[in-house]
């Protein structure tokens, strides 16, 4: 199913059908702030599966970041942050920049393994910050950017859907995406430290 929304007021009956897609195990296609990601909701292991095995990854081994709404989720999620790294993560979210954090217990198992990180995202987009407010937890993102693919694949919404319609259940057409993915922090030392540089520029 291709879905039409407009960042500016996604509308709310639109994001209900998405998000009982995502609670009932479905695969997703969605806008952000940068390139175009697919995920699923972090609580449905089978979902996460899903994702980990059209990625052809382990889910233990690979770095997936989750998608949130706001800054409560972080809490939810990772240690206590330091708060100069805080300042720094409040000064640039929502924004292009995914922060790599000190995970706590609340992460499910199966992401873990011997990982004690997880990636967080805020983006500047309000579709997917929406979907994700309406299904009460962060989803699972890993971006359908690929070098070695056809460029329009990764930014026009209805080739993507073309491409993918068989894999996931909803592709969101927020409009062209971006080639460019998000900068990566890594903010479990006590100084941050780029590891990839993306679309964002770290304000400090």
């Known amino acids: 199913m291709l879905v039409r929304l407009y960042n500016e007021n996604p509308n709310p009956r639109e994001i209900r059908l998405i998000t009982d897609v995502l609670r009932s195990g479905g695969l997703i296609i ?52 330091p708060s100069n790294i805080f300042k720094l993560i409040k000064k640039n979210l929502p924004g292009p920049f995914t922060f790599i954090l000190e995970a706590n217990n609340n992460v499910p198992k199966y992401f873990k393994g011997k990982k004690k990180t997880v990636g967080i995202r805020i983006p500047d987009n309000n ?50 995406g971006e080639l460019i993915p998000s900068t990566i922090v890594d903010c479990t030392q006590y100084e941050p430290e780029v590891i990839r540089e993306g679309k964002g520029e770290l304000e400090y």
């Open 30 to 81: 969605y806008p952000t702030d940068t390139v175009y990601g697919l995920g699923c909701d972090i609580t449905n292991q089978k979902a996460v599966e899903k994702v980990a095995r059209w990625k052809g990854v382990n889910i233990e081994k690979n770095n997936f970041s989750f998608i949130c709404s706001d800054f409560s989720h972080l809490s939810d999620y990772t240690r206590p942050i």
């Open 127 to 176: 579709i997917i910050r929406e979907i994700v407010t309406e299904l009460g937890n962060p989803i699972v993102s890993t971006s359908i950017h690929d070098e070695d693919e056809i460029l329009e694949y990764t930014t026009d919404p209805e080739l993507i859907y073309e491409k993918y319609k068989d894999v996931v259940d909803v592709v969101i057409d927020g409009g062209f």
